[in-house]
Nanobody, 118 residues
Framework: QVQLEESGGGSVQAGGSLRLSCVVSGYTNCVYDMRWYRRAPGKEREFVSSITVDGRVTYADSVKGRFTISRDNAKKMALLRMNSLKPEDTALYYC????????????WGQGTQVTVSS
């Protein structure tokens, strides 16, 4: 059974930092990207960042220069370091594994809440 466990969310003041982590279990014999998305209150879920198995990264324009994604393939973990947080970063953050190769499917985590106060 595939599980994605997200952690690291919380409440911070504007300008603060948080680090989100996503650990994948039960996902074997596949090559996959790891991605972060978020859904702010009253808005649709949006892409935040992604990282391939060989470390190529992509960011949404809204987080470039403030967020950093990284990955530890041995630990099946992705991290999202978020600096200079803004109130508009307040959202439920989701991790997703996206199958690139192998007998696997895409999976979403349950989400972790990030709240940034002004």
């Amino acid at each position: 059974q595939v599980q994605l466990e997200e952690s690291g969310g919380g409440s911070v003041q504007a300008g603060g930092s948080l680090r989100l982590s996503c650990v994948v279990s039960g996902y074997t014999n596949c090559v996959y990207d790891m991605r972060w998305y978020r859904r702010a209150p009253g808005k649709e879920r949006e892409f935040v960042s992604s990282i391939t198995v060989d470390g190529r990264v992509t960011y949404a324009d809204s987080v470039k220069g403030r967020f950093t994604i990284s990955r530890d393939n041995a630990k099946k973990m992705a991290l999202l370091r978020m600096n200079s947080l803004k109130p508009e970063d307040t959202a439920l953050y989701y991790c997703k594994v996206v199958r690139i190769w192998g007998p696997c499917a895409d999976y979403w985590g349950q989400g972790t809440q990030v709240t940034v106060s002004s």
